[in-house]
């Protein structure tokens, strides 16, 4: 198969992702700008989810770029990643909705834990299948950022129960952590072009 198939039906899935959480957030009841304060909540969920899924998107384009075939192994490694991502607008309507509530918050941090996982378990399929000395494998090396995201998570879920907030501040710090492109594989490819006179 190839990797343009796949990325398109990636883009669209997040695409519907994106459009699915806006939705959430409804018109005012009221025209003063007291109106929007109960609104809050909602939209600043929506923010997070919406950094987040951004940062999925992004880096997975960078995970493509450096993928020259693509297999079944790889294709439902894809589709894991794509099941707990499309579970961002759900997550993202509850806790806003009930605003930022313990059970609703750890519910979040569950969902962004699995969506981490998802994209390791892709990310170590498409090196599995190009080997260890593929582009991708020397741009990522130990992948620090990727295994202290799932940890950070691990420990905000029960700190949920304790205080929302703090929770959803180590979900933030997270996001704050990935915000900027992941530049190691654009790096990769970048020395291997060159390498190859491309």
Known sequence: MEKNRLEAFSDGVIA???TIMVLELKVPHGTDIGALKPLLPVFLSYVLSFIYVGIYWNNHH???????????GILWANLHLLFW????PFAT?????????SVPVAAYGVVLMMAALGYYVLQRTIISQQ????LLGAAVGRDVKGKVSPVVYLAAIPLAFVSPWLACALYVLVALMWLAPDRRIERALGRGESSTGG
């Open 131 to 134: 080997g260890a000395n593929s």
């Open 62 to 72: 960078h995970l493509f770029n450096s993928t020259r075939v693509v297999t079944g």
């Open 16 to 18: 519907i992702i994106i």
């Open 93 to 101: 309507a509850w806790i806003g909705e009930y605003h930022f509530a």
């Open 85 to 88: 991502l499309s579970l961002f």
